[in-house]
Each structure stands twice: as structure tokens, then as C-alpha cells.
């Protein structure tokens, strides 16, 4: 089951902060953030595990409710070099390793 | 550190013709994913490698597509015949940390892709 991402796209000015959500109907172990700017790869946020542990970009912070199965990514501050398409990716748990991704939230930060 | 490669980054071919991706994983890494990813959507997994052995090629249409991670390094994902519906970028990545993995808890390294065009 693909998660749900919103919003789709968000505009900010350099300095701005953001929201984006994560939401599964499934009951999830982890959630994964990526970014992705036009014509590079993915590259790795954060990941938060039921039960609080959590890893990664020190500069950007991230939320899992484990209970509603949501995940929200903060960007606090933004720069120019935070525009890219933000990908969440859900990961169930069990005996089933696969990633599942969103459909990407589009953010432009403009100077 | 080297990051993941992939070749070629672009690729242009009638339908109907074969086409094949290259990857080689960073070093050291035991798992090896391909995905497709369309246009405006997010990746979406084709097969995962541990070493040699294919463990999730659920989502791989085996009518016409096959891949392969001889000696458990490099890999290769092969489509044939290719068909306009298959134009689209193809990502490889690779992981490790068994361990994390087993918790979800392991990032995942991707390469630049090779975007597919079929005409």
C-alpha cells in the first residue's frame, strides 16, 4: 500500500519553514525520508523507527506517530539548496523488507 | 567512498528492442535493489539482491524482463523486448547492515539512474 504524501508541492522563500506529511494505512515499523533533486539520485534524510530511534540529516527533523501510522518532516530555516522532490518511504516490518514510496512532495525555495 | 555507478545515464531504442542497465553497488554492500521510477512518482522496486541470490523479484515482470548479480557484486537488468510503456528511469541502490535491515533501520544509497527512452 502506497503511502500518502501532502502536500503535493509547497513554495517557500529562502528563510521559511515547511511541513511535509507521511501517512500509511497500514500499520508501520519504519519510515524512511529521501531527497531527490531533477535528474540526480535519491539521497538518504532520516529514518524513524517504532520506538523512537532515529538517524540522520542533522539539520532537518522528523516525526513518527506510531499509533497513526503518519510521519511528518520539518524544515525549519529553509535554503536553496533544500528545493527537491521529498520522498517518504514506509516499511512494514515482519518478514517483508520492501520500501515502499510515496509519490514525492515537491518543494521550491526561492531566494 | 565511491557511490553507487550506474550505465549508461541515458538510453534511446525502438520497441521492441533489448536494452541492458548497469550497476555496481558501493563497496562492500550485500543488498542490491533496482527500481523504476515514472515520471512525477515515486521509485518502485523491481528485485532485491543479497549477494547472488534474488530474494523479492515479486514486482519483476518476468515476461520480459530478467536481471542478474553474478559473484554477488556488479548486476545487470536486462529487458527484452522493450515496449513504450518501459520509458522511465531505472535506480539501483544498494544497502547494508543485515541487521538494520531486518528493522527497516538501514539507509539505502541510490546511483543517478539511467532514463530510459523508447520510441
Known amino acids: 500500500q502506497q503511502p500518502v504524501q501532502s502536500p503535493q508541492a509547497v513554495i517557500l522563500r529562502e528563510g521559511e519553514d515547511a511541513v511535509i506529511n507521511c501517512s500509511s494505512s497500514?500499520?508501520?515499523?519504519?519510515v524512511h525520508w529521501y531527497r531527490q533533486k531533477h535528474g540526480e539520485a535519491p539521497v538518504f534524510l532520516m529514518i524513524?523507527?517504532?520506538?523512537?530511534e532515529q538517524k540522520g540529516h542533522d539539520k532537518i527533523s522528523a516525526s513518527f506517530n506510531e499509533k497513526k501510522q503518519q510521519s511528518s518532516l520539518y524544515l525549519t530555516a529553509s535554503q536553496l539548496s533544500y528545493s527537491g522532490t521529498y520522498f517518504c518511504?514506509?516499511?512494514?516490518?515482519?518478514?517483508?523488507?520492501?520500501?515502499?514510496f510515496g509519490k514525492g512532495t515537491l518543494l521550491t525555495v526561492n531566494p | 567512498e565511491a557511490g553507487v555507478v550506474q550505465s549508461p545515464r541515458y538510453k534511446i531504442i525502438e520497441k521492441k528492442q533489448p536494452v541492458a542497465f548497469w550497476c555496481n553497488p558501493i563497496s562492500g554492500h550485500n543488498t542490491l535493489y533496482w527500481y523504476l521510477q515514472n515520471l512525477g512518482q515515486g521509485p518502485e522496486l523491481l528485485i532485491r539482491y543479497e549477494n547472488e541470490e534474488a530474494v523479492d523479484d515479486s514486482q519483476l515482470p518476468k515476461d520480459r524482463f530478467s536481471a542478474e548479480r553474478l559473484k554477488g557484486v556488479d548486476s545487470t537488468l536486462k529487458i527484452q523486448p522493450a515496449e513504450l510503456g518501459d520509458s522511465a528511469v531505472y535506480l539501483c541502490?544498494?544497502?547494508?547492515?543485515?541487521?538494520?535491515?531486518?528493522?527497516?533501520?538501514?539507509?539505502?544509497?541510490f546511483g543517478p539512474g539511467t532514463r530510459l527512452t523508447v520510441l
Open positions: 497500514k500499520a508501520l515499523y519504519s
Open positions: 524513524l523507527l517504532k520506538g523512537g
Open positions: 518511504g514506509t516499511f512494514p516490518g515482519g518478514s517483508n523488507y520492501k520500501l515502499t
Open positions: 541502490a544498494s544497502s547494508d547492515t543485515w541487521g538494520d535491515q531486518q528493522r527497516g533501520y538501514n539507509e539505502q544509497f
